[in-house]
């Protein structure tokens, strides 16, 4: 069982990185629209960009895992 220090730890990894990735998304949203609206040939990179702060969410989580876990 994690100590109460790693518990902690875990929630505010897992927790900071999925208000990070909320608040990106929230940014780049409206922008790839407004992207996509006037050239719908951009479809590649805004999956990209929209894609890419995901990767916050799942390094939180691991960073999340390995506390509780060591």
């Known amino acids: 069982m994690a ?7 875990a ?3 897992f927790s ?7 608040y990106a998304q929230s940014k780049i949203g409206p922008a790839i ?3 996509l609206a006037e ?3 951009m479809v590649g990179p805004a999956v990209i960009l ?8 799942i390094l939180g989580f691991v960073v999340a895992a390995m506390l509780i876990i060591m």
């Open 50 to 57: 929209v894609a890419l702060p995901e990767t916050l969410v």
């Open 39 to 41: 050239n719908p040939d």
């Open 3 to 9: 100590s109460l220090e790693a518990s902690v730890g």
């Open 33 to 35: 629209a407004g992207t």
């Open 11 to 13: 929630a505010i990894a």
């Open 16 to 22: 900071f990185g999925s208000i990070g990735t909320a």
